[in-house]
């Protein structure tokens, strides 16, 4: 998988599949045995929200998915940090052939192609 396809999967898994199994929770009924009282909150919240509004909150999920993504994206591209010393690597490996290192330049590549494609 090259870096590319890596930015294509990350955003299709992370992002899309993320805000289907949102909208499958949100949609869900509620049985009162939930223990993540945020989570119920917002769900009721969205329950009690009209259709416009509900596009609103899922839109705003998605930007915050995107947001967390893009900050790990920068962490592996060394674009941006939490004070480490050294340089994070991300190996992709597959069965027969040799590792293939992602976020291989010493550029903020990875971010790059991230929102390259939102442009298109």
């Known amino acids: 998988m090259n870096k590319e396809d890596f930015i294509l999967k990350l955003k299709q ?35 009690e929200s009209s259709d416009e509004n509900k596009k609103h909150l899922i839109h705003f999920m998605k930007q915050v998915i995107e947001d967390s993504l893009s900050i790990f994206l920068g962490l592996l591209d060394g674009s ?21 290192l992602v976020n291989n330049r010493e550029e903020d590549d990875l971010l790059t192609l991230w929102y390259e494609d939102d442009e298109d």
């Open 80 to 100: 941006s940090n939490i004070n480490q010393e050294g340089k994070f690597k991300l190996y992709y490996d597959e069965e027969g052939e040799e590792p293939y």
């Open 13 to 47: 898994y992370g992002v899309l599949e993320n805000l289907k199994s949102y909208r499958e929770d949100f949609n869900a009924e509620l049985d009162g045995k939930e223990e993540n009282i945020p989570f119920v909150t917002f769900i009721k919240l969205y329950k």
